[in-house]
């Protein structure tokens, strides 16, 4: 009997040391495999070529940019104040926007012929709009855009530069 026990316990100090080196064996291989998948991800996802980095222009050279909108060939185009209501039933609100197109000088006349087109065109957008987008901080760069956009169709796309929003009010 007791050396039936004595090689039990061999046996399960055997396993356990056979167990503890499996582990370290494991954790070799693990090792070996995480270093390789990390050789291999930055090996072949580096950039083949020197990435250029930005460098600061010469004192005395101008970077080079976009062209100005505000030169001196672009008038403005104010149209009239556009009244707004909003919303359903006894609470009823209003918006009141005041627009101004940005157009070459040379067709500014052009643009002032325009004008009712341009209001009905921004009055038919406007009046789609929920009240609760206007009153989302995020809504007031898409509201230009807009109004931008359908400047062009009305337009063209080298007469209107852009619209400006000089008076915003939601009450």
Known sequence: MDDERDTAAQNGKGNTSSKGGNILVSSAILAVVCGAASFAMVYFLAP????????????GAM???????????????????????VGDGADNRYVKLRAVVMTPTASAADVEGAAPMLTDAFLTYLRAIDIS?????????????QLSRRAELVLGAERARGVLITEFMLR
């Open 63 to 85: 970077a080079a940019g976009p062209a100005p909108l505000a030169s001196a060939d672009t008038s403005y185009v104010e149209l009239e104040d556009m009244l707004i209501a």
């Open 133 to 145: 987008d206007f009153e989302a901080e995020s809504f007031y760069p898409d509201l230009k855009e």
């Open 48 to 59: 083949s070529e020197a990435s250029e980095s930005a460098a600061c222009p010469a004192p």
